[in-house]
């Protein structure tokens, strides 16, 4: 579906999770031939499934209906109850996943603070904890790429291979929230199965960027996503004719993937429009990808979000001083412009 056919009439930057399918994706949908995925009989999901591992260079791969579970999923396949995971202060996994890695894993949690969003391989070492009866063991290092929170920024491979050079060293296995993944795949040119090898497992997300109605993967060794599919269904992540929605998945990886290099292109636009309005700090040199973060050091961004909508235009205040904007599918060159226009005049009267 392109901008045009959205039919409520705003321009949506809210998230890249509220596209909508297309006519040829609905298409897609209904002519899949499904089974019951579940009793492994959906050839619509087991052919995306091989088609996703084998372009990642990992064994397997396991289909599930969101990004949430998929980390959730990995989380308890590396670890044990009382043991340890380090992360990103801002990552996803700890911030955004409702407590799942205590209420799932029985897992405690170990922040840095990065503004890239990756912490040094140094930061990480440090934190590990020495084996020491007193202390939780030290079991995984998740990483997010893209990070939302940093605004849609890459780790590079050479950062994500030294990280994991130092957490096998010590032990501890990797796991990537890929949710945007893609982004960072088009934004870099680097192969999907580049970014893969650093990492023990890792999510990829259907439904942001590639615009589909549902659905994660996680990816892994044959042996790990054999113990993945057994949490899967404890986790009530089990669906039958799935296919359905594999269908969709296979129409955006053959239709949407390049194309995200336009959303990113249009996230600069809005960047660079918005670091010359008054009282709004942005780098446009930090935005990567697709994610625009405006600071309101005013702490007026709830306001502006009110202001926004009035106009028709959608975006989100994370914090009082925060404002988000994300590029997808179902925005085009013209809500781009109509954005720039509403916060400069939204901007323009809150110094009136």
């Not at 990995?74 to 990552?91: D, F, M, S, Y």
């Not at 790429?145 to 990797?174: C, D, E, Q, S």
């Not at 893609?182 to 893969?196: E, G, I, K, S, Y």
Request: hydrophobic share 45%; net charge neutral; aromatic share 4%.
């Amino acid at each position: 579906m392109s901008a045009g056919e959205r039919g409520s009439g705003d321009a949506d930057f809210r998230s890249d999770t509220v596209t909508r399918p297309g006519a040829a994706m609905r298409a897609a949908m209904a002519a899949a031939v499904v089974g019951d995925d579940v009793l492994g009989d959906d050839p619509t999901v087991q052919r995306l499934e091989e088609r996703v591992a084998a372009a990642s260079g990992k064994e397997a791969a396991l289909f599930v209906p969101s990004g949430t579970m998929g980390n959730q999923i990995a989380v308890k396949l590396h670890t044990q109850p009382g043991e340890e995971l380090i992360c990103e202060e801002r990552a996803h996994v700890w911030v955004n996943e409702a407590g799942g890695l205590g209420l799932i894993s029985g897992v405690q949690t170990k922040t840095l603070a990065a503004p890239s969003g990756c912490p040094e391989p140094a930061a990480i070492e440090a934190a590990i904890r020495d084996e020491d009866v007193h202390h939780p063991r030290s079991a995984l290092v998740v990483l997010e790429n893209t990070h939302n929170y940093a605004g849609g920024r890459v780790i590079p491979v050479a950062r994500m291979a030294a990280i994991r050079a130092v957490a096998h060293g010590r032990g501890l296995k990797v796991h990537l929230d890929g949710a945007r993944l893609w982004n960072a795949v088009v934004a870099t040119r680097t192969p999907l199965a580049q970014f893969a090898a650093q990492v023990d497992t890792l999510t990829v997300c259907f439904s942001k960027g590639l615009g589909c109605p549902v659905g994660s993967m996680v990816i892994g060794s044959r042996r790990d996503i054999g113990r993945a599919r057994r949490i899967r269904k404890a986790l009530g992540g089990g669906m039958r004719q799935v296919g359905i929605l594999a269908a969709a998945v296979e129409y955006a990886l053959d239709h949407h993937v390049e194309r995200l290099a336009d959303d990113h292109a249009r996230a600069r636009r809005l960047a660079e429009a918005f670091a010359k309005l008054p009282g709004c700090r942005v780098d446009p040199a930090t935005v990567e990808t697709n994610i625009v973060f405006v600071e309101r050091p005013a702490g007026d961004a709830p306001a502006l979000e009110k202001a926004l909508a009035a106009a028709g235009v959608r975006a989100i205040a994370l914090a009082a001083d925060r404002l988000r904007f994300v590029t997808h599918l179902d925005v085009g060159d013209g809500d781009v412009e109509r954005a720039i226009a509403a916060m400069g005049a939204a901007t323009a009267r809150a110094l009136a």
